[in-house]
C-alpha cells in the first residue's frame, strides 16, 4: 500500500485552493474542539468524508504519553469471516465458548451494488477514556500506564459485570473459570509480554485485516495508516467519547 | 453350398453412427451443480452455479474445459487453489479479472461468505444444496426407434461429473460419435458396462428400450433354394439378443456367411435348430419357403 504523509501546505484540492494555511490552522482548531471523534480528540474531520487529519501529533502524545502506545487498524472491507482470528484467540488465551475477547460482526447492505455482506471484526477498544475503568468499584480494571492497554486484575474482580454493562463495545464476558470478568488485553500476557510483536489475532489473519502495532511510532504501520489521507479513517461509537484505540477502514 | 448373403433392413445396435442429436444449451434446462461452498484454504467461499449459469448465462464449457474440473470442489485439494492463483488469472480469476467480471482482489465478502455463512449454509435442507448436474432432460443418442436415452440423473447419483466429463464424452454436443464397437471394446459407456462395474453393453435392451428387435423379418434369398424368412419378432420374444449376437451372427449386412453345413454341425442356425432346442435344421420347407 501506498501510504504517503500528506502535508497541510502541499495539500491541494478544489474548493480549496482559496483557503490560506492560516486559516486552514483556524478550522483545525474549531474542528478540534468542535470535532474531538478519535483519539484524544485530535483526529478530526478537516474537509467531510475526504480526509481525516490529525492536527498535532505531537499533543496527542503527549496527553497520552503510552510507549508503545497499543493501537489495531482494521481494514474492514478485506475481511473475510474466515474465524481464524477467533481461533488464534480462543486458543493463546484461553477463551471459552460462551464469551470471547473478539469477534465478527456481520452487516448487511441490501441496497448495495454488488457486495451486500459486510464483516466488521470487534474487540475490545482499548478507549484513552475508559468507561469500564470509571465504572469498576474495586479498580480491577485499569488502563495500563506504560502500554494504554486496558487490562484486567482478575484477583480484584467481584464479577459485579458493572464494566460489562459500561463498555460501549460489548467487548467484556465473565469468566466462570476465572470467576472474573475476562477482556481482550492486545495478548499482553501470552504474546507481547514474551516479545511477540503482533496479537494472535492479527498474527493468524491471512487477509491482512487486523494490522498490529504502536501509534506513537511514527513508522509503524497503525501510524501510517491513520495519518494518511487518502482513505477515510473511522472508529465505532464515535459519540460515546471513549476515544478508542482501535480503527477502521476501507481498502 | 452357396452364400447367403445377409440383408438387413434396419440394422440395429451396430452400424448406425449414433450422434448426440440433442442439442445442449448450458442455459436452459440444465439443473445446474448448486450452491458450491469451498472451505479451503479458508472457511468458506460460495459458489452460486445458478447466478453463473442461468444469471450470466454462461455455459458449462465456459469453466469445466480446463479451468475448473467438473467434479465439485476438486479444486479445492490443489496447494495453488489461493487468491495468488486468481489474480494470476487461474480459476475463478480467468474471468474475475475486473474485465470480464468484478475484479478478485475486489468486494472480498462477495464470494467469501464466511463461518458464518458456512453454518447458514450447512442448516439449509440438503436438496438445496444438491449438487447434482446435468440436462434435465436426457440426451438422445442415435436416430429413430434405436435411439437411447440416456439419463443424467441415474447417473450422477453414483457418479462425480468427472467420472465421464471429459475424458470419455466431451461436453460438447455432437461432439462424440458413439457406436457399440468401440463399447464394446470398453471405450464410452463401455467403460464401465462391460458386466463388471456395470450392465454389460450386451444386455441391449437396457438402454434400447424401444426396439429391441426389427420389427420386419430378415430375409435371405440364397441361390437355389427358396428364400428364408428370419422373424425377429418371433425369436426376440424367447431370447435375448446376446444369445444369438454376436457369437453366432454378427450384427452387421453379410456378416454371418452362413452354410448350411455349418448348421448341421451346430453353428448359425443350427446352435438351436438341431432337433433338441428347437426343430431341426434338416426340416429343409420348415425355413424355406415358397
Known sequence: MNLKKIDLETLKKEDHEKVSP?????????????????????????????????????????????????????????????????????????????????????????????????????????????????????????????????????????????????????????????????????????????????????????????????????????????????????????????????????? | MKKLILTVPVVLLVTILLSLSSILDAAEGVINGGDLVYTKPVKSVIFSHKVHVEDKGLGCAACHSGLFDAKA????????????????????????????AFASNTQCARCHIGVKGYTAFKTQPVSSQGILAGPKQPITIGKGDSAVKFKHASHTGSFGCDACHSAIFPMKSGKTKVTMEPIYNGRYCGTCHNGKKAFAASDCTRCHTKTPAPKMPLVYKPKGAAPVKFSHDFHAGAFKCDECHKKLFAMQKNGSKMKMDAMYEGKFCGKCHNGKTASPATDCDKCHKG
Open chain 1, 22 to 251: 492560516i486559516e486552514r490552522r483556524e478550522f483545525l482548531k474549531i474542528g478540534l474542539t468542535i470535532g474531538g471523534i478519535f483519539a484524544g480528540g485530535t483526529i478530526l474531520s478537516v474537509v467531510s468524508n475526504m480526509s481525516r487529519v490529525f492536527a498535532s501529533p505531537e499533543e496527542f502524545s503527549e496527553k497520552y504519553p503510552y510507549k508503545p502506545h497499543y493501537s489495531m487498524v482494521i481494514r474492514q472491507d478485506k475481511c473475510i469471516d474466515c474465524e481464524r482470528c477467533l481461533e488464534a484467540c480462543a486458543m493463546t488465551n484461553d477463551v471459552p465458548e460462551y464469551g470471547y475477547r473478539t469477534t465478527i460482526l456481520e452487516k448487511e447492505v441490501l441496497d448495495a451494488i454488488g457486495q451486500k455482506k459486510e464483516f466488521i471484526p470487534v474487540l475490545c477498544n482499548h478507549c484513552n477514556n475508559p468507561p469500564c475503568v470509571r465504572a469498576c468499584p474495586t479498580k480491577a480494571t485499569y488502563k495500563d500506564k506504560k502500554t494504554g492497554i486496558v487490562m484486567m486484575e482478575y484477583g480484584k474482580c467481584i464479577g459485579c459485570k458493572t464494566c460489562v454493562v459500561a463498555c460501549p463495545y460489548n467487548a467484556r464476558y465473565f469468566n466462570e473459570k476465572k470467576h472474573a470478568i475476562d477482556k481482550c488485553n492486545f495478548c499482553f500476557d501470552t504474546r507481547l509480554s514474551k516479545g511477540e510483536k503482533l496479537t494472535a489475532c492479527a498474527a493468524a489473519c491471512p487477509a491482512g485485516v487486523r494490522i498490529f502495532g504502536d501509534l506513537s511510532d511514527a513508522n509503524s504501520e497503525v501510524y501510517k495508516l491513520i495519518h494518511q489521507l487518502a482513505k477515510p479513517v473511522w472508529a465505532l461509537r464515535p459519540e460515546v467519547g471513549a476515544k478508542p484505540n482501535v480503527f477502521y477502514m476501507k481498502g
Open chain 2, 73 to 100: 470442489l476438486t479444486a479445492q485439494g490443489k496447494s495453488d487453489f489461493n487468491m495468488d492463483s486468481l489474480y494470476k488469472g487461474k480459476y475463478c480469476g480467468a474471468c474475475h479479472n475486473g474485465k470480464t
